[in-house]
């Protein structure tokens, strides 16, 4: 691990005063349970690492408003066992519960779970963010069993990480985010981006920004999610999918199907949403729509497995969602 400075600030404006405009020359620490890997592998070489845990305000969970207001330091332990989180979202509680690490779950926060680095192999075996050498990417004609099968005609072919994502997209989550220039909200299917080169992230956050708070409406969407893992110990799924929708006399009604884990940002699937629209929820309607959200990959030479698994978990996601 390299040397570097570590700052304790109070406040979030203390925090941010502290961060640098480039990435990375410094890090946020929050649970750590991603950030001290990267330092570890020397993956990360900051300057300074600032820490949030004196940050009272950014942790805690309040439902008002018709929305349910997640602060970003808030553990998923506390996220998990919160009844507003319960009963309004049970798609995430799922998700957030399928980590299956009680470490991961007892240290990790929300924000920390949305923001973690990709878990490519090349990435996290030092050969950058986009997995290059000598121009060329090393995913395309090497091991990319576990990379994207949508939009992964540029530079990055790697999937995102997150578990919650794609539930905060297909529930229209926003992000609430603070800056030298002060505080702006994102909607969650803006908020996170396909780097195009090695010194870009995986969202609109601007290296010295600070994920506050992120905000769900409680709109009374059905909602559930399925993964598929190799194995039920901790480990990051193959594929995912969430879907969410309103129950309009037993028709599905304003549907999102968001995929996980096959992309480089949680892939909205509007052909497949638009496919279920009007329809009730059964095997063979959630078949449909599987078949037409998929209509649309294309997969590398080691991840077409990818495609009937999405399917698959789609129609099993749909049929989770409590009735």
Same mark, same amino acid.
């Given at each position: ?173 926003? &992000?609430? !985010?603070?800056?030298?220039?002060? @505080?702006?909200?994102?909607? +969650?299917?803006?908020?996170? *981006?396909? $780097?195009? #080169? ?80 009007? &329809?009730? !929820?059964?095997?063979?309607?959630? @078949?449909?729509?599987?078949? +037409?959200?998929?209509?649309? *990959?294309? $997969?590398? #030479? ?22």
């Amino acid at each position: 691990m390299n040397q570097f400075e570590y700052a304790n600030p109070a406040t979030v404006e203390e925090a941010v005063a502290l961060l640098s405009a480039k990435w990375g020359e410094t890090e946020v620490l929050a649970g750590g349970t991603d950030l001290i890997s990267l330092l570890k592998q020397g993956i990360a070489q900051p300057r300074l690492v600032v820490g949030l845990k004196n940050v009272k305000s950014l942790s805690g969970i309040e439902a008002k408003g018709g929305a349910v207001r997640i602060g970003a330091t808030t553990s998923l332990k506390d996220f998990i066992a919160n009844k507003d989180v319960q009963s309004n979202f049970p798609g995430l509680v799922t998700a957030a519960r399928n980590i299956a690490s009680q470490q991961m779950i007892n240290m990790g926060t929300v924000g920390g779970e949305i923001l973690q680095r990709p878990r490519c192999w090349y990435y996290r075996n030092g050969l950058g963010l986009l997995g290059t050498k000598d121009g060329k990417s090393l995913i395309e004609t090497g091991e990319n069993r576990y990379h994207a099968i949508f939009a992964n005609s540029g530079a990055a072919k790697f999937v995102h990480a997150s578990s919650l994502a794609p539930g905060l997209v297909a529930l229209g989550a926003s &992000l609430q !985010i603070q800056g030298p220039k002060g @505080a702006r909200t994102v909607a +969650a299917g803006e908020f996170f *981006a396909a $780097p195009k #080169s090695e010194t870009e992230r995986e969202s609109v956050l601007a290296p010295n920004e600070i994920l506050t708070a992120i905000e769900i409406p409680a709109a009374g969407l059905k909602n559930g999610v399925y993964e598929i893992r190799q194995r039920t110990g901790l480990d990051w799924p193959m594929v995912a999918a969430f879907v969410a929708f309103k129950d309009n006399g037993g028709k599905a009604q304003d549907v999102r199907i968001v995929l996980g884990h096959v992309a480089p940002t949680p892939y909205h699937s509007k052909k497949g949403s638009a496919a279920l629209e009007g &329809l009730p !929820i059964t095997d063979a309607s959630l @078949a449909n729509a599987a078949e +037409a959200a998929l209509s649309e *990959a294309t $997969p590398l #030479s080691g991840n077409k497995y990818k495609v009937p698994q999405a399917k698959v978990a789609i129609r099993r996601a749909g049929l989770a969602a409590p009735t």
